[in-house]
């Protein structure tokens, strides 16, 4: 057990999907996986391991920004040992290009702060995600024949963020998505060792304002999972 995850010791998989909601992660742990057990609801945040395919995976909550991914990705890898950690969430779409139910998959993660923003002090690190989990998300997409982007996304610290000024040249340099996690995550992936990616599915849009309904997202967001869990057993 750690500080934030009650799981007793072989209870989390090597392989974790991380949406940020933890209501989400029960949907997709009842959904996708056989026989998912409850190994952990510390603070309301909820993770499941069962098994997808024969493989043991592990469907566990992060939270919303990245001191709160921070926190669980640290302790995961730390102390249950997680080799492979893949988010899975929504995305605000910063191209026009990149319509709402696409799926972005995040090569990269630019942004203003992170909690692992002092250790590198003056350096602008440049967190990226892992080449090979990369590669088989997106072959995953296409052998699906689902719509996916990949490319250079946003990590912000703020939701409600009043930068248009950055927001214009972020579109103008191609980044394209908005997301609160992936930078944090693939700069602690980086730092231990571990495989990192994010599959993201497009809720919404900043330059169009178009949303993606709440009926609908269920069916979108299942499509994400199931591109994570290829990637992550290709």
């Known amino acids: 057990m750690s500080i934030h995850i009650g799981a007793n010791p072989g ?13 989400r992660a029960k949907w997709a742990a009842e959904s996708f996986l056989d026989s998912p057990k409850l190994v952990n609801e510390v ?3 909820l993770g499941y391991t069962g098994t997808w395919n024969g493989h043991k995976v592990t469907i566990h909550g992060s939270g919303m920004g990245m001191p709160s991914l921070s926190i669980y990705v640290n302790e995961l890898i730390r ?3 997680v080799k492979t950690l893949i988010r899975i969430g929504s995305t605000g779409a910063m191209q026009v290009a990149v319509k709402v139910r696409d ?3 995040a090569m990269t993660a630019s942004t203003i702060s992170t909690p692992s923003s002092t250790i590198f002090q003056e350096l602008h690190y440049a967190p990226c995600a892992d080449w090979p989990l990369l590669r088989a998300a997106v072959q995953a997409t296409e052998t699906k024949g689902l719509s996916a982007h990949v490319g250079g996304i946003y990590s912000s ?3 409600y963020d009043e930068r248009p000024d950055l927001n214009e040249q972020m579109t103008r340099h191609g ?3 908005v997301e609160m996690e992936t930078a944090e995550l693939y700069t602690l992936a980086a730092r231990h060792g571990a495989r990192a990616l994010s599959v993201l599915t497009v809720s919404d849009h900043l330059i169009t304002g178009e949303a993606l309904p709440a009926e ?6 299942g499509d994400m999972v199931l591109i994570a869990l290829e990637a992550a057993f290709a």
Request: net charge negative; aromatic share 8%.
């Open 11 to 23: 209870e989390i998989a090597d392989t974790v999907l991380l949406p940020g909601d933890p209501r």
């Open 43 to 45: 603070r309301g945040m």
């Open 79 to 81: 102390d249950y040992g």
């Open 175 to 177: 980044i394209l998505a």
């Open 216 to 221: 609908d997202r269920e069916k979108s967001f």
């Open 157 to 159: 610290d703020t939701f």
């Open 103 to 105: 799926v972005v998959i």
